[in-house]
């Protein structure tokens, strides 16, 4: 069993619609989390970092459970450019990161 | 500032043969990272080297190699390649204390 799990979609959805993704993680210690987010054939970007209970940056809002263990990512009127993988993150030792699946968004006109 | 560059981007290896992918930052980070991506498996962790001089064993580490040869650089060697290497393999670098990871174009390597 991975130590982050993402439901892998693929969510389709109509422009302008809200979207919102989950992701468990089994490590209580983890500190940290991420998102970032993966176009078809290129690297991982990060999106959002999350270090306490959640993040917010313009159409994007991360939010974090500790007690459940989950983190979400939101967004808010969805763009078709936010088509891509979203992949979720926590922390490990030695800096390291655990990445789960991620979780494929679709977005359409 | 290029940020995370590797090199090649493209490569094809026959079984058995060896290479070494090379990974540079310019983002002044201690920490740096080899990752293989396969389809359905995610991004899985190969080495990490938390600083200059120091490297580890990540998740799937068995038929490679790396060198951090100084802050800037982190190679990963293959040293007789197999088929179940043929993945998209991504080098990151990191800040440490924060643990964000920035990740380079990648190499897409075969092994026929």
């Known amino acids: 069993r991975k130590e982050v799990e993402q439901d892998p979609g693929p969510f389709n959805v109509p422009e302008g619609a809200t979207v919102a993704f989950n992701c468990t993680y089994s490590n209580s210690a983890s500190q940290s989390f991420f998102w970032y987010r993966q176009d078809c054939r290129k690297e991982p970007k990060l999106l959002m970092s999350?270090?306490?209970s959640g993040n917010e940056d313009g159409r994007f809002t991360a939010q974090l459970n500790r007690a459940s263990q989950y983190i979400s990512l939101l967004i808010r009127d969805s763009k078709l450019s936010d088509s891509a993988t979203y992949l979720c993150?926590?922390?490990?030792?030695?800096?390291?990161?655990?990445f789960g699946k991620g979780t494929s968004l679709l977005v359409t006109p | 500032n290029a940020g995370v560059t590797q090199t090649p981007k493209f490569q094809v290896l026959k079984t058995g043969q060896s290479m070494t992918l090379q990974c540079a930052q310019d983002?002044?980070?201690?920490?740096m990272y080899w990752y293989r991506q396969d389809p359905g498996m995610g991004l899985r962790l190969i080495y990490y080297?938390?600083?200059?001089?120091?490297?580890d064993k990540g998740e799937v580490p068995n038929g490679y190699n790396v060198s951090r040869l100084n802050k800037r650089e982190f190679s990963l060697r293959l040293e007789s390649a197999a088929p179940s290497q043929t993945s998209v393999y991504f080098c990151a670098a990191g800040n440490g204390r924060l643990y964000e990871q920035y990740f380079g174009p990648g190499t897409r390597l075969t092994v026929t």
């Open positions: 983002m002044n980070h201690n920490s």
């Open positions: 080297s938390a600083s200059e001089g120091t490297t």
């Open positions: 993150a926590g922390t490990n030792s030695g800096y390291a990161l655990n």
């Open positions: 999350v270090y306490s």
